[in-house]
């Protein structure tokens, strides 16, 4: 599976992006996807993730209320969709997939990940 996350750019504090991740190669259907960032000097870190089935989600308390992931198995791509944006979510995102469909946010149940696209919210 090849990801190919866009949508990232700069936007000021209390703005909106949403983030794309369109597979290739295979489809994602039967995968659980997730968002995850990394901002500069820091881990990365799960932002957000769904079930094959958009069943379950999960989200980081930082996040709730604030973002929405979503997923289009037709289309093969996941969204996240990013209001209320603050300073603090300045980060590279990266999207990943996963065939584990519990533990969402643990980085090693993600066996494919996409190359990351940067928002930068500014104050």
């Known amino acids: 599976v090849q990801l190919q996350a866009s949508g990232g750019g700069l936007v000021q504090a209390g703005g909106s992006l949403r983030l794309s991740c369109a597979a290739s190669?295979?489809?994602?259907?039967?995968?659980?996807m997730g968002w995850f960032r990394q901002a500069p000097g820091k881990e990365r870190e799960s932002v957000a993730a769904v079930t094959w089935s958009g069943g379950t989600t999960y989200y980081a308390d930082s996040v709730k209320g604030r973002f929405t992931i979503s997923r289009d198995n037709a289309k093969n791509t996941v969204y996240l969709q990013m209001n209320s944006l603050k300073p603090e979510d300045t980060a590279v995102y990266y999207c990943?997939?996963?065939?584990?469909?519990?533990?969402?946010?643990?980085?090693?149940?993600?066996?494919?990940w996409g190359q990351g696209t940067e928002v930068t919210v500014s104050s």
């Open positions: 990943a997939a996963s065939r584990i469909q519990t533990r969402l946010s643990r980085k090693s149940n993600y066996e494919y």
């Open positions: 190669g295979r489809t994602i259907s039967s995968y659980a």
